[in-house]
C-alpha cells in the first residue's frame, strides 16, 4: 500500500481540474480529449509522473464524456467518439428532454467508465495476451461488422448504404500512407489538389462540418427564425428524468462497457469504432429497438458507456504491451517517455506504485466526472436558451479554433468544415442520409488498410473465412447484424404501407428519397 | 493454392488503387439501382407536378444564405491573411473573429433593438478574446 | 435597412484597415528571429522520439533567445509546405534521415531537402534503431539470416516503406547481393505500418525478422522464453562509437555493454569496399531555402552556447538520445555526404 503516500490533497485537486477542464473541452464542439492532453502534457514535466497523471487521466475521461453535450444539444459531436449519441440525444432534446438524456448519458458513463477500470485493473496482461490474437483478417472484420450498422440504421436500406460507400469513398482521398504501410501513392483526386489533400480530409473538421456548419446553413436558409430557440428544450422538473429509466437496461450497460474496452483495447481500430459497435448490439439484440434512431434512452446508454469504457479500454494496450489503444492514449505516451518511463509488458510488473496511482486517478476522475456534469446538467442545458444569433457565430468560431488545432495547425482543415458543411447540406437536400456517410467516413480507411493487408499476407479472399475461430465468431455476428436490418427493413415497410393506407398521404410514399422532408 | 479460385495478389505498387476499384464498382452498382428504383419514379412525379426538385424548387432565405456562406468564406480567407502579418500569435484569429462573430450576429438579427445590439456587440469582442486568451496564451495552442 | 447595412459594413471594414495599418510594423524584418517562432516537426505523434528531441532543444532555444517558441507535431507533408510558405523566420523545423530517404525512396511528398530547403544544424542522434526475431527464432545472429538467405531460405522482414525503417533492410539485401549474388531476392519486405502492426506480424508468424528500436521493443526482449511476444535483439543499425556514448546503465535494464553485442565490429553489414554500413537516426532543423542567413547563424551560435554549457547533453541522455551538435554548414555538407551512401545502397538494389 506504499502507492497511498502519493494520493494526498494535490493529487486530488489535479485529478478534478483534469477532469473539469476535460469536460469543457469535449464540451466545445471541435475540441477533444486528445487536444486537452496534448496541450497539458508539457505541464506534466514539472508535476512528476504520478501527479502528471494525475491530470491527464482526468483530462482523458473529462474529454471523452463531455462530447455528450453538444451531441445531445447541438447535435454536433463534441468527440468523433460521441458521434451516435446524437442519434437519440438530439431528437429527445428536441422533444424537449435535453436534460434527461444528458442525465441518462452521464450515468451511462459512470458505469462505462468504471466497468473498464475493473477490467483494466483485473485483466490487463491476460487480454494484451488475447489482443494480439486479432491480426489484419480479425481487425478487418471488426470494422465490417461496425459498417453493417449501416444497414439498420436507416429508413431507406438501399440510401443507407448508398450514403455509407460515399463516406467511405471519401476517406480514401488522398494518399494510401506510409505509416500504415501502404505505398504512399496519392488517389482519387487531382494534382493541383495534392498540396492540400495529400493526408486526405481528416476525421474532426469533417465531423464538425457535416454536422455543425451544415445545420446552420440548413436554419440560414430559414431565416434563422426567432421562434422555438427558448421552448426547444424545457428545463427541470418537466425533463423528467428518474432512475426507472434504466430499468432493463441491465443488459445493454454491461454489453455496450464490455464492448466498448474491448474495442479500446485492440490497437489501431480507432476509439469511435467502439460507440457505434455498441449502438449495432443494442439495435440489434435489444427487445424492442423500433424507437432507436428517435430519441431512445436506449441508444444513448449503449453509445454513452461504450465511449467512456473505451478509457480504461484504451490503457490495456498500453500498459502491458506498450502500445496506444486509441489517439488519446497516443499522446498519453509521451508523458511516460518525458519522464523517462519505459511502457510494455513490463510495465506493471516494474512499476508497481504507478500502475495502482493510475487505477486510482481512473476510478477518481469517473467520479468526479458524474459529480461535476449530474448536478451542472441543469446549467449546461441552457445552452439552448441562447438567441441563436450569439450561438451560431460562436459555434462556428469554436469549429474553427477545433478544426486547426486538431493537427496542430493546419489551415485546410479549416476549409474542410466549409467543404463538408455545403456537402453535407446538399446530401440532406438530395436525400441521402448523412450518419450512414459519416459511419462510412469513419471506418474507411481502416477497412482499406487491413482489407488490402490481410490480402497480401494470405493471397486469398477465403482467409476472411478461415483465419481463425474468432473470424468465424464474426462472420456469425456480421450475418446477423445484416439479417436483422433486412427482417426490420421489411417490417418497417409494411408499417408504413399500413399507415399509408390509413391516411392517403403521398408525401409517405417515398420516405427515401424524400427524406429532407423533416428538414422543411 | 494456385488452383484457388479466390486467389488474388496485390502488386505493392499499385496496391493503393486496389481497394478503390472495390469501392468504385459497388458505388456504380448501387448508383444504378437508386436511379430505377428511386430517382426514376421521383423524377415522374416531379414531372406530373405532385413532387418539387430539391434546392432548385424550394424556397429560401436568400439573402441570409448566401450572406452565411460568403461570410464563412471571407472570416476563414482572411484569417489566414491577417494572421499571416503577425506570424503565430493569434491575432489573426482573434481580430477577424471579432469582426466575423458582429457580422453574423447582426445578419441573424431581425429586430434590432438597442438592448439587443449591445449584448451583440459585447458578444463579438469579450467571447473571441476570452476564447484567444485561453487557448493561445494559456494553453499556447498554434491559433491562425 | 440601409443603417444596418452601413453598421456591418463598417465594423467588417473598419476592423481590417486597423489591421492592414498596425501591420506594417511587423512586416520590418532584419536578421534575428523576432516574435513568436514556430518549429513544425515531421512528425504527428506527440509522444515519439521527433517531438521528443524537438522539445528538449526548442524549450533551452526559446529561453536562450527570449523567445515564444512552440513545437507542432504537424507531420511530414504538411510541415513542408508550411516551411515553404514562409521565409522569415518564423516557421523552421525539425526533422530527421526521414527527410531525405524519403526522397531517396521515391515517396511522394518528398523532395531533394539539400536543394529545396536551407539544412541547419543537427541536434542528437536516436540510438535505437533495431532488428529483432522472436526468441524462439532459428537465426541466432545475423550471419545466421545472411546465411539462411544466401542458401535460398526465405526470410521475411516487417518494415515501414519508404524511410528510416527500410533503410537497414535495404543495407541487408544489399550485403546479401554482394556476398550471394542473385540471391538477396530471397529477402522480402513485409510492409506494414506502426510498432504495433510490425510486432503483430511477428507475432502472428507472418514475418521472421521486424524492424524495432530499442525504446519500444526493449522490454520484450526481457519476457520469459515461453511467452509468445518474448523477441531478441540481434541487430543495431547506430554505429559502435554512438552506443559507446551512451550512458552505461542503458535502457531499462538492458546496459550498454549488452546493447554493444549488436553493433559493428560484432555484427556487420558489409556495403562492399570493405566498409560496413551503419545507420544512426540523426535529428536536426530545416530552413526555408530563402530565410535570412543572419538567422542560420543566429541559430548556430545560440546552439553552440547552449551546447557548451553542458546541461542539454544531460538530458538528452536521459531520455536515451546520444547529443550531436553540429553547426549548419557541417550538417549540411555531412548529411549530403550520409545521403549518398545510402544512395548507392538503394540504387543498387533497382
Not at chain 1, 509522473?49 to 453535450?69: E, K, P, R, T, W
Not at chain 1, 454536422?211 to 427541470?236: N, P, Q
Request: charged content about 15%; hydrophobic content about 45%; proline content about 4%.
Amino acid at each position: 500500500m506504499e502507492f497511498l503516500t502519493f494520493i494526498d490533497l494535490s493529487f486530488l485537486m489535479l485529478v478534478s481540474f483534469g477532469t473539469l477542464v476535460g469536460i469543457i473541452f469535449g464540451a466545445i464542439p471541435g475540441m477533444t480529449a486528445t487536444m486537452a492532453v496534448a496541450v497539458c502534457l508539457p505541464l506534466t514535466y514539472a508535476l512528476g509522473l504520478n501527479h502528471g497523471l494525475a491530470l491527464l487521466l482526468g483530462l482523458y475521461v473529462g474529454g471523452i464524456s463531455g462530447g455528450m453535450v453538444p451531441a445531445v444539444l447541438l447535435n454536433i459531436p463534441g468527440t468523433p467518439s460521441s458521434i451516435t449519441t446524437t442519434f437519440d440525444g438530439y431528437p429527445m432534446a428536441q422533444k424537449g428532454e435535453g436534460e434527461k438524456a444528458l442525465r441518462v448519458c452521464v450515468i451511462a458513463s459512470l458505469v462505462g467508465g468504471l466497468v473498464s477500470a475493473l477490467v483494466l485493473f483485473l485483466f490487463a496482461p491476460l487480454l494484451a495476451d488475447f489482443s494480439i490474437k486479432f491480426s489484419y483478417v480479425e481487425k478487418f472484420l471488426i470494422i465490417l461488422l461496425a459498417l453493417s450498422v449501416i444497414a439498420s440504421l436507416s429508413s431507406s436500406m438501399l440510401i443507407g448504404i448508398f450514403s455509407g460507400v460515399i463516406g467511405i469513398w471519401l476517406s480514401l482521398i488522398g494518399d494510401y500512407s506510409v505509416s500504415d504501410g501502404g505505398n504512399g501513392h496519392t488517389r482519387l483526386m487531382f494534382d493541383f489538389m495534392e498540396p492540400y489533400l495529400f493526408e486526405g480530409f481528416s476525421l474532426l473538421p469533417v465531423l464538425i462540418g457535416i454536422f455543425g456548419i451544415s445545420t446552420i446553413l440548413l436554419e440560414a436558409e430559414k431565416g434563422v427564425k426567432r421562434d422555438m430557440a427558448g421552448e426547444r428544450i424545457k428545463i427541470g422538473k418537466e425533463g423528467g428524468f428518474s432512475l426507472s429509466i434504466f430499468k432493463g437496461s441491465f443488459t445493454n450497460l454491461t454489453r455496450s462497457s464490455f464492448i466498448g474496452t474491448f474495442v479500446g483495447m485492440l490497437p489501431g481500430v480507432g476509439g469511435s469504432a467502439a460507440s457505434v459497435l455498441a449502438y449495432t448490439q443494442e439495435k440489434n439484440l435489444a427487445k424492442d429497438s423500433s424507437q432507436m434512431g428517435k430519441g431512445a434512452p436506449q441508444g444513448l446508454i449503449a453509445s454513452e458507456s461504450a465511449n467512456n469504457a473505451l478509457t480504461g479500454g484504451a490503457l490495456i494496450p498500453l500498459l502491458s504491451l506498450g502500445i496506444p489503444g486509441d489517439s488519446t492514449t497516443a499522446v498519453l505516451i509521451g508523458a511516460f517517455t518525458l519522464q523517462g518511463i519505459q511502457v510494455g509488458p513490463l510495465f506493471i510488473p516494474e512499476n508497481h506504485d504507478t500502475w495502482y496511482v493510475m487505477m486510482t486517478a481512473l476510478v477518481l476522475a469517473n467520479f468526479i466526472m458524474f459529480g461535476l456534469m449530474f448536478f451542472a446538467i441543469k446549467h449546461i442545458a441552457k445552452v439552448v436558451m441562447v438567441p441563436k444569433h450569439i450561438l451560431y457565430p460562436l459555434i462556428v468560431m469554436m469549429c474553427v479554433v477545433g478544426a486547426y488545432a486538431i493537427n496542430y495547425g493546419i489551415m485546410f482543415d479549416v476549409w474542410t468544415l466549409l467543404i463538408f458543411g455545403v456537402l453535407g447540406y446538399l446530401i440532406q437536400k438530395i436525400g441521402l442520409e448523412v450518419a450512414p456517410l459519416i459511419i462510412g467516413f469513419i471506418l474507411g480507411s481502416q477497412a482499406e488498410v487491413y482489407f488490402v493487408k490481410s490480402l497480401e499476407s494470405f493471397g486469398t479472399y477465403s482467409i476472411f473465412f478461415t483465419k481463425s475461430p474468432i473470424a468465424m465468431v464474426l462472420w456469425g455476428l456480421i450475418a446477423a447484424s445484416v439479417l436483422f436490418a433486412i427482417v426490420m427493413g421489411f417490417k418497417s415497410r409494411a408499417r408504413q404501407k399500413v399507415e399509408l393506407s390509413q391516411m392517403h398521404d403521398p408525401s409517405h410514399t417515398d420516405s427515401g428519397a424524400h427524406h429532407d422532408s423533416r428538414n422543411d | 493454392m494456385a488452383s484457388d479460385p479466390l486467389s488474388v495478389s496485390i502488386d505493392f505498387e499499385t496496391s493503393h488503387l486496389f481497394f478503390p476499384h472495390i469501392v468504385h464498382w459497388v458505388l456504380a452498382g448501387l448508383f444504378a439501382l437508386i436511379l430505377v428504383t428511386k430517382v426514376v419514379p421521383f423524377l415522374a412525379a416531379v414531372k406530373r407536378g405532385e413532387r418539387t426538385l430539391p434546392i432548385i424548387g424550394e424556397s429560401r432565405d436568400s439573402a441570409r444564405f448566401f450572406g452565411t456562406l460568403a461570410l464563412i468564406s471571407a472570416y476563414f480567407y482572411l484569417m489566414a491573411v491577417v494572421g499571416d502579418l503577425f506570424p503565430y500569435t493569434g491575432y489573426g484569429f482573434l481580430f477577424v473573429s471579432m469582426a466575423f462573430v458582429l457580422a453574423m450576429s447582426l445578419m441573424y438579427l431581425h429586430e434590432w433593438t438597442k438592448k439587443a445590439l449591445i449584448i451583440v456587440v459585447i458578444n463579438a469582442i469579450v467571447a473571441p478574446t476570452l476564447a484567444w486568451f485561453v487557448l493561445a496564451k494559456l494553453f499556447t495552442i498554434t491559433l491562425p | 435597412m440601409l443603417t444596418k447595412k452601413t453598421l456591418m459594413s463598417v465594423s467588417v471594414a473598419g476592423l481590417m484597415t486597423g489591421l492592414a495599418l498596425s501591420s506594417s510594423v511587423a512586416m520590418a524584418q532584419d536578421a534575428q528571429l523576432r516574435g513568436n517562432v514556430r518549429v513544425v516537426i515531421g512528425s504527428t505523434s506527440t509522444g515519439g522520439d521527433t517531438y521528443q528531441n524537438a522539445s528538449i532543444v526548442v524549450d533551452r532555444l526559446a529561453e536562450h533567445l527570449g523567445l515564444n517558441m512552440k513545437v507542432d507535431a504537424v507531420g511530414a507533408s504538411s510541415a513542408f509546405r508550411t516551411l515553404d510558405r514562409d521565409s522569415r523566420g518564423n516557421t523552421l523545423m525539425i526533422f530527421h534521415d526521414q527527410s531525405y530517404l524519403g526522397y531517396l525512396y521515391g515517396v511522394e511528398g518528398y523532395d531533394d531537402v539539400f536543394e529545396n530547403y536551407t539544412v541547419g544544424p543537427t541536434i542528437a542522434i536516436n540510438p535505437g534503431n533495431a532488428y529483432l526475431v522472436p526468441m524462439d527464432s532459428p537465426y541466432q545472429t545475423l550471419d545466421d539470416v545472411v546465411e539462411a538467405v544466401g542458401n535460398g531460405e526465405t526470410v521475411r522482414v516487417a518494415i515501414q516503406p519508404g524511410g528510416v525503417s527500410e533503410i537497414g533492410y535495404s543495407a541487408l539485401k544489399n550485403a546479401i547481393a554482394i556476398e550471394y549474388p542473385g540471391q538477396e531476392e530471397n529477402l522480402v519486405a513485409v510492409n506494414t505500418g506502426s510498432q504495433s502492426d510490425k510486432n503483430q506480424q511477428l507475432f502472428d508468424g507472418q514475418a521472421d525478422i521486424i524492424n524495432g528500436s530499442v525504446q519500444a521493443n526493449e522490454q520484450y526482449t526481457r519476457l520469459p522464453e515461453d511467452d509468445q511476444k518474448a523477441m531478441r535483439f540481434i541487430w543495431l543499425t547506430a554505429r559502435q562509437d554512438t552506443i559507446e556514448q551512451a550512458p552505461e546503465e542503458g535502457l531499462g535494464q538492458t546496459s550498454r555493454e549488452q546493447l554493444l553485442e549488436y553493433v559493428e565490429p560484432n555484427v556487420t553489414v558489409s556495403m562492399g569496399d570493405d566498409e560496413n554500413f551503419t545507420f544512426d537516426k540523426e535529428f536536426f532543423f530545416l530552413y526555408n531555402k530563402d530565410m535570412d542567413q543572419g538567422i542560420v547563424d543566429q541559430i548556430d551560435e545560440a546552439l553552440a552556447e547552449i551546447y557548451d554549457e553542458g546541461e542539454i547533453q544531460q538530458a538528452q541522455l536521459d531520455a536515451f538520445f546520444i547529443p550531436d551538435f553540429k553547426p549548419s554548414a557541417e550538417a549540411s555538407e555531412y548529411l549530403q555526404e550520409k545521403m549518398s551512401r545510402y544512395e548507392e545502397i538503394i540504387s543498387n538494389l533497382d
